[in-house]
């Protein structure tokens, strides 16, 4: 399973990586408009950065105002086979939250914030498939220094890497955190999916148990 689209990786000038994310994804967005469309379904890692700064500034206007746009960005909807059964809430990745359209629906109805579905395109061979949604969600809130190694806590200014990765006791800045979603991304670490302690508990209300949640300290 992956997107239909997607940013190449890159080789960066300025820090000498070579490196492409995979858990930065917005699956509303559309790209089939695009003349590069093709050539966005397929990946690979763009050695000239101003080829990739290209790409990524035909993309830009297509893209929420806030969206980064790093190196290995995914857009469309989550095409691939399927087949069994689906819970309401499933993580297909660690980054990734695949909700029930039923699901989907009960948990806006509590008023939670930050929920945008957007439709999958996944095959099932059975009669009577799920309809699955892919949840889109908004980088904000930060990791807090004290739990980084000292010096890399900054990302590079010309393609926006992190020189380090999710540290063993993470630790959030509590400055940085969203007062208007219950839900999000971290901006300095995409791959690490969080929710307040208000969609905790309207989870736990609802019987939403198929998976484990993390207390996670804030400072």
Sequence with gaps: MDHRWGLPGVHCPTC??????????????????????????????????????????????????WARLIPGTSFGPLVGSARGTFPQLYLLYSWMLIMRREALEQ????????????????????????????????????????????????????????????????????SSLPEHLDVFRLRNCPGFMVINERFADTLHRLGFEEFSLRELPVR
């Design 107 to 174: 948990l806006q109805a509590e008023g939670l914030r930050g929920l945008k579905g957007a439709r999958t395109e996944l095959r099932f061979r059975q009669r009577n498939s799920p309809e699955l949604l892919e949840l889109e969600l908004e980088p904000h809130g930060l990791l807090h220094p004290d739990c980084l190694p000292p010096g890399k806590t900054e990302p590079c200014g010309t393609c926006g890497g992190y020189e380090f990765g999710l540290p063993k006791q993470p630790l959030l800045d509590e």
């Design 16 to 65: 000498d990586a070579s490196w492409s994310g995979i858990s930065e994804a917005y699956p509303s967005v559309d790209l089939s408009g695009l003349p590069e469309a093709k050539q966005l379904e397929k990946a690979w890692l763009e050695e000239d950065f101003q080829k990739f700064e290209r790409l990524r500034q035909m993309v830009r206007p297509l893209v929420p105002t």
